[in-house]
């Protein structure tokens, strides 16, 4: 899909008013990733990066939500229809939190416990193993002092 057909679907959007309510971001606190880089330096630990790819297409809708059909798509009888969005979509409102909580669920199934102060954060302890994750938007930084750790969270 061309960049000029994704802008003209993204702005054919229709969003219910009620239901969008706040907006949410995935941008962990400056202190709390100082913190983890200090801890990165002084225990030596092994530092990864990893990119999320279509990140806003994994959170699911909770919300009824519909958009315009695009002008390629039209009926040939000429009736205006929609489409029920059954995943987020880059520029809803939603797709921060309902991402964030996608990955929570995840994390969390694989014994990731949330920062209780940050919660863009996650740390997991395995013995004498430990692994962090910082979560920025559609990235994951990695940290852990165990490459066998590392590469099994990755």
Partial sequence: MSDKRQESLLRDLLKKKESI??????????????FILELVAHFD???????VKIVFLNGDIEEEVYM??????????????????KKSIYDLRQAFRQWYLKFHGITSSFGFI?????????????GNKV???????DDILLAANDWGLLYKVK
């Fill in 21 to 34: 309510t706040q907006t949410f971001s995935l941008v962990s606190k400056k202190d709390s990733l100082r």
């Fill in 45 to 51: 630990l092994e530092l990864q990066q990893m990119d």
């Fill in 68 to 85: 315009k059909q695009h002008g390629g798509f039209s009926s040939s009888d000429g009736k205006h229809l929609v489409c029920k969005l």
């Fill in 114 to 126: 949330e920062n209780p102060m940050d919660q863009c954060i996650y740390h997991k302890v395995n």
């Fill in 131 to 137: 692994c962090f994750l910082v979560l920025y938007v």
